[in-house]
């Protein structure tokens, strides 16, 4: 399963050479659309740091959380069209329009793709004292303890919830999902052991205990 991130940026064609010409003459912001220590928000940086050099100016990285996104590509959509504010994001740009009836952008007509920067191979992880050793005794540790098991993930519409989705169906087994506001948030409460405020915790469902890491 391969995470795909797109650097994209709204309107970038310029009315006149001149104008191209001059670009850029200032900072360049880069905006994410998850919280900081994730993998987009790494790749962003490392990608900011590649470009100061030959632009000549820095690229600023912004992160903007929110639910599935979507505020990020908003900001993005509704900057000055002059080609210093671009986005970065993956493959949940084009999952986010069947997921939310108003998501404030088209991903198709309001943005000018500059092209694929990179690809995530997709993981699963959990803390050192996981009892699975290797995938079949995970699989067989998820069955026998699907209500004490979580599967966090970066946002609805992220990445990593629809490829737990697509995870949940294989095995055919369903587990308590947790979306965060990027996959640093998440890391954080893994290592932790913890739930806070980063995360949308589920409500409780009738005759289940309450969910444990």
Not at 60 to 70: D, F, Q, T, Y
């Amino acid at each position: 399963m391969i995470k795909r991130l797109w650097l994209g940026g709204f309107a970038l064609a310029f009315a006149a050479a001149a104008a191209a010409q001059d670009y850029p003459s200032r900072a360049v912001t880069m905006m994410v659309p998850y919280a900081a220590g994730g993998p987009t928000d790494t790749v962003a940086r490392v990608l900011a740091q590649g470009m100061t050099k030959p632009l000549g100016q820095t690229v600023v990285v912004e992160n903007r959380p929110s639910a599935g996104g979507i505020l990020a590509p908003q900001l993005v959509k509704n900057a000055k069209p002059d080609g210093y504010t671009i986005l970065i994001h993956h493959i949940g740009m084009a999952t986010i329009p069947t997921l939310y009836r108003n998501a404030g952008f088209d991903p198709l007509a309001d943005f000018e793709y500059i092209g694929l920067v990179n690809e995530v191979p997709m993981t699963l992880i959990g803390k050192p004292t996981l009892p699975a050793k290797d995938l079949k005794e995970l699989l067989a540790y998820i069955k026998a303890n699907k209500d004490k098991v979580n599967l966090a993930n970066a946002g609805i519409g992220a990445a990593s919830h629809l490829c737990g989705l697509l995870f949940l169906s294989a095995i055919q087994t369903d587990l308590t999902t947790v979306p965060y506001k990027g996959t640093g948030p998440a890391m954080n409460d893994l290592v932790g052991g913890r739930w806070t405020s980063s995360a949308t915790r589920p409500p409780p469902r009738p005759g289940r205990s309450r969910p444990a890491r």
